[in-house]
């Protein structure tokens, strides 16, 4: 049976969708190449919270027994749809998780979603959680399916390897795979027929193994 991909784009109130995220980098097409089943669809637009994003994807999917690909911010959609949906998610890749709790990236954040319209509870609730925003450390701990985490590389301030490194130790079945530019950093365009690759490694052989 062919696996199935769902891949959630990252952005936080910003002109991001599935097609310039997933489409345009040629991500899409490399896993369809494989024999893979791939969906990417668009979150939903200016979402009040992450638990709603969750509930918007999930009622858009029949299928059940996903992997279930977050890049940036898409990270914290796609573990709320794995904790509020858990019939529908059978594994997780978390790709260039967004960086949650530091001060200086949060003010930033906070500053521009406050100009995109986005009131003061609103911007509290999509900024809270600890090592990812929309959940908390406790319910990562409790997430008993393999996951994948893949760190951005190079890091930077939004994508930082601090992130990856916490996730690699709450997740109770995580396995750290190889770190490639952000999908909508120039540089990733070479190296999306790598990065399709570890991802079907991760399915096929890799889930639950130390490299």
């Not at 365009?189 to 399709?196: D, I, L, P």
Request: charged fraction near 20%.
């Amino acid at each position: 049976m062919a696996t199935e991909f769902l891949l959630i784009h990252g952005g936080l109130w910003e002109d991001v969708n599935a097609e310039r995220f997933w489409h345009r980098p040629g991500i899409v097409l490399a896993l369809r190449q494989r024999g893979l089943i791939v969906s990417a669809l668009d979150r939903k637009s200016r979402a009040p919270s992450w638990t709603a994003e969750a509930d918007h994807l999930a009622n858009m999917l029949p299928a059940a027994g996903l992997t279930v690909v977050g890049g940036s911010n898409g990270c914290s959609v796609a573990v709320r749809l794995a904790l509020q949906h858990p019939e529908l998610v059978q594994r997780l890749i978390l790709a260039w998780p967004a960086t949650a709790g530091d001060p200086q990236v949060d003010a930033r954040t906070r500053e521009r979603l406050c100009a995109s319209g986005a009131d003061a509870t609103m911007i509290d609730t999509l900024l809270a959680g600890e090592t990812l925003r929309g959940t908390s450390d406790a319910e990562l701990r409790r997430l008993a399916i393999d996951v994948g985490v893949l760190p951005s590389a190079p890091h930077d301030a939004f994508h930082q390897r601090v992130t990856v490194d916490r996730l690699l130790r709450l997740l109770p079945r995580s396995t750290e795979l190889a770190g490639y530019p952000a999908a909508m950093q120039p540089e990733f365009n070479s190296r999306v027929q790598e990065f399709a690759t570890e991802l079907e490694w991760f399915v096929r052989d890799g889930h639950g193994v130390s490299r």
